[in-house]
């Protein structure tokens, strides 16, 4: 008996050794992340998650990746730089994560570059401005339609200094007021270029701290300086500070807007309601037919479904499709490849155009997009709150680029907004 139980034993261990390989081939390929899930960038970091468990689910329904399901594996980096590098440092060395990609944001992204970097791995980035510039990192990939990392920057800003030399008669000043942080610098930077290019004097440049609440003093500042253009470059809740300020100021200007992050949002659009009628802004996507690529709309119709339940942007049409995109790039870069390695990834990368729900995108040798893809738009004839009627993008005119300009550009601002 003793000699038929060490027998079974042996065949038993025999049996599970030869099904080793198999059991670790079906265990999932993990995909690392910090994200916003609370904190003052909260709003938008939860949104982007929702689209990425969507991918996630979309992608193990199809039977994963290499034979394997796939998981993400995040954490919560509540809105604040500092956090990242620690949360990265336990995906990659605790956590050990096939694949990091970053969560959303420059201020976000930029403190994971170091800790990613270090360990020489792939990274695919998702709304970080002109980063790479910075540092030249040859595994850095940005799913940001803001072109080349080169003038990425400058591009940010293109469209709306575009739309002030158009003017009649022509701006001839103009005030910056930035928060004093990584996005904001590096927007800032561009639109002084995008100044010098377009002619303006200008007559204020302060930026404020992140701490700021109280944004009526800025404002007031840049009406005793009489610009005919105001530029701003902020984050999503000094967005809804400074139109407020607006509005309280009673600020006269032509035209006001620029890299203002948070007009682009639901949650922020019904907040401002007609507050936001004449400003003109930046954005990525908007409903029309030229920007209907395939699987976008099923794609907002389930996210949609979803963050009702979340409490998240409900239309979705800023970062969502985006947050989904940077992840159809890295699956099908895996199955294109047919390895994890992160040499012959970031390699597929560089020679494949990919085709996901925000068009095609291809990636240049410092891993931005090729082209910049960025759409300039005014508010107006916004009524009230409701969700409604920013569905299909009626109270939104496009300015710019000109191949799908929706309107002209109505100004003053000052007549506008009151």
Same mark, same amino acid.
């Given at each position: 008996?003793?000699?038929?139980?060490?027998?079974?034993?042996?065949?038993?261990?025999?049996?599970?050794?030869?099904?080793?390989?198999?059991?670790?081939?079906?265990?999932?390929?993990?995909?690392?992340?910090?994200?916003?899930? +609370?904190? $003052?960038?909260?709003?938008?970091?939860?949104?982007?998650?929702?689209?990425?468990?969507?991918?996630?689910?979309?992608?193990?329904?199809?039977?994963?990746?290499?034979?394997?399901?796939?998981?993400?594996?995040?954490?919560?980096?509540?809105?604040?730089?500092?956090?990242?590098?620690?949360?990265?440092?336990?995906?990659?060395?605790?956590?050990?994560?096939?694949?990091?990609?970053?969560?959303?944001?420059?201020?976000?992204?930029?403190?994971?570059?170091?800790?990613?970097?270090?360990?020489?791995?792939?990274?695919? +980035?998702?709304?970080?401005?002109?980063?790479?510039?910075?540092?030249?990192?040859?595994?850095?990939?940005?799913?940001?339609?803001?072109?080349?990392?080169?003038?990425?920057?400058?591009?940010?800003?293109?469209?709306?200094?575009?739309?002030?030399?158009?003017?009649?008669?022509?701006?001839?000043?103009?005030?910056?007021?930035?928060?004093?942080?990584?996005?904001?610098?590096?927007?800032?930077?561009?639109?002084?270029?995008?100044?010098?290019?377009?002619?303006?004097?200008?007559?204020?440049?302060?930026?404020?701290?992140?701490?700021?609440?109280?944004?009526?003093?800025?404002?007031?500042?840049?009406?005793?300086?009489?610009?005919?253009?105001?530029?701003?470059?902020?984050? *999503?809740?000094?967005?809804?500070?400074?139109? $407020?300020?607006?509005?309280?100021?009673?600020?006269?200007?032509?035209?006001?807007?620029?890299?203002?992050?948070?007009?682009?949002?639901?949650?922020?659009? +019904?907040?401002?309601?007609?507050?936001?009628?004449?400003?003109?802004?930046?954005?990525?996507?908007?409903? +029309?037919?030229?920007?209907?690529?395939?699987?976008?709309?099923?794609?907002?119709?389930?996210?949609?479904?979803?963050?009702?339940?979340?409490?998240?942007?409900?239309?979705?049409?800023?970062? *969502? *499709?985006?947050?989904? =995109?940077?992840?159809?790039?890295?699956?099908?870069?895996?199955?294109? =490849?047919?390895?994890?390695?992160?040499?012959?990834?970031?390699?597929?990368?560089?020679?494949?155009?990919?085709?996901?729900?925000?068009?095609?995108?291809?990636?240049?040798?410092?891993?931005?997009?090729?082209?910049?893809?960025?759409?300039?738009?005014?508010?107006?004839?916004?009524?009230? $709150?409701?969700?409604?009627?920013?569905?299909?993008?009626?109270?939104?005119?496009?300015?710019?680029?000109?191949?799908?300009?929706?309107?002209?550009?109505?100004?003053?601002?000052?007549?506008?907004?009151?």
């Amino acid at each position: 008996m003793g000699f038929v139980r060490l027998a079974g034993a042996v065949a038993l261990a025999f049996c599970l050794l030869c099904a080793g390989p198999a059991a670790r081939a079906a265990d999932p390929i993990t995909i690392g992340f910090g994200m916003a899930l +609370t904190g $003052n960038i909260a709003a938008n970091g939860r949104a982007a998650l929702i689209a990425m468990k969507l991918w996630e689910e979309d992608t193990n329904k199809a039977g994963g990746l290499l034979g394997r399901p796939v998981k993400l594996v995040y954490y919560d980096d509540q809105s604040t730089p500092p956090n990242v590098p620690a949360i990265y440092t336990k995906l990659l060395d605790v956590d050990k994560v096939d694949i990091v990609v970053s969560g959303y944001g420059t201020n976000m992204t930029v403190p994971a570059m170091p800790v990613v970097m270090a360990h020489n791995r792939m990274f695919m +980035t998702l709304f970080a401005l002109g980063i790479n510039a910075e540092f030249n990192y040859p595994r850095f990939f940005g799913m940001i339609p803001a072109g080349p990392a080169a003038g990425a920057k400058k591009a940010f800003s293109k469209g709306f200094f575009d739309v002030a030399k158009g003017m009649t008669p022509p701006a001839r000043t103009v005030a910056i007021v930035s928060a004093d942080a990584e996005a904001s610098r590096n927007a800032v930077e561009g639109a002084l270029d995008n100044i010098k290019e377009a002619g303006l004097e200008i007559v204020y440049n302060r930026s404020y701290p992140p701490a700021t609440t109280d944004y009526s003093p800025i404002v007031r500042s840049v009406q005793a300086a009489h610009a005919d253009v105001l530029y701003v470059a902020s984050y *999503p809740a000094d967005t809804v500070g400074i139109v $407020n300020a607006l509005h309280e100021v009673g600020l006269k200007a032509r035209l006001v807007g620029g890299s203002m992050v948070g007009p682009q949002t639901t949650s922020i659009k +019904t907040q401002l309601g007609p507050k936001l009628n004449g400003l003109v802004v930046y954005n990525f996507w908007l409903p +029309t037919p030229a920007t209907m690529y395939p699987g976008i709309e099923d794609f907002l119709k389930r996210y949609q479904a979803e963050a009702v339940k979340e409490g998240v942007d409900q239309l979705g049409y800023y970062l *969502p *499709p985006f947050a989904y =995109a940077y992840l159809q790039v890295v699956g099908d870069a895996i199955k294109g =490849a047919g390895t994890l390695d992160q040499d012959r990834l970031t390699a597929w990368i560089h020679a494949h155009t990919f085709h996901t729900i925000v068009g095609d995108v291809a990636f240049g040798p410092d891993g931005d997009w090729m082209q910049a893809k960025i759409l300039t738009e005014q508010f107006h004839d916004v009524k009230g $709150n409701d969700v409604a009627q920013f569905r299909d993008g009626k109270v939104e005119t496009l300015l710019e680029p000109a191949a799908l300009q929706s309107g002209k550009l109505v100004e003053p601002y000052s007549n506008i907004s009151h």
